[in-house]
């Protein structure tokens, strides 16, 4: 079983219908093309582009687009363990490099041990088995769920007895 209490403002990045060459996942950005200016990360410019409010609301925690052609959504979480090993989980919609097609859930595990060792996978999810609140962080994915709000996120894995 992992769980994860992250208790300091989670960061959700939440794309919706924006072109793929318009945004750098590594570092987020959004481009106007006929301004030819660049918005780069979560910050009150990029928050005023996209509609926003200045700071983050409750309800961008839930799904905020529809699983249509075109787009994709994931939320992000990052935290660190008792020992000191570190985690990185996103859930995903669909795939961000294609994402013209239908909802394909699916989740990265990523954790680096206290020595530096990396560990993690990718975890496709059936869509029946895909549930995504609106207006609240309350996301399903198989045996994995992420429920929370702007303070404190709580990431599990149901354990399965057999």
Not at 4 to 24: D, R
Not at 100 to 107: A, E, F, H, R, S
Not at 138 to 159: C, F, I, Q
Request: aromatic share 12%.
């Amino acid at each position: 079983m992992i769980v994860s209490q992250i208790n300091y403002l989670t960061k959700l990045i939440l794309v919706a219908a924006v072109c793929w060459g318009l945004i750098g996942i590594s570092s987020l950005s959004v481009a106007s093309a006929a301004t030819s200016q660049v918005i780069t990360g979560d910050t009150q410019k990029y928050r005023i582009f996209e509609g926003f409010a200045p700071t983050m609301q409750p309800w961008e925690a839930g799904m905020v687009t529809n699983p249509m052609p075109g787009t994709f959504e994931w939320w992000y979480f990052q935290g660190q363990f008792i020992d000191g090993s570190k985690t990185q989980t996103t859930l995903f919609t669909k795939p961000d490099l294609d994402n013209n097609g239908p909802l394909q859930p699916y989740l990265n595990i990523g954790i680096t041990t206290p020595n530096g060792t990396q560990l993690g996978g990718l975890w496709n999810v059936d869509t029946s088995q895909f549930k995504a609140a609106r207006n609240t962080l309350n996301v399903t994915m198989g045996k994995y769920w992420a429920h929370g709000d702007l303070n404190t996120t709580t990431l599990h894995r149901r354990r399965i007895i057999t």
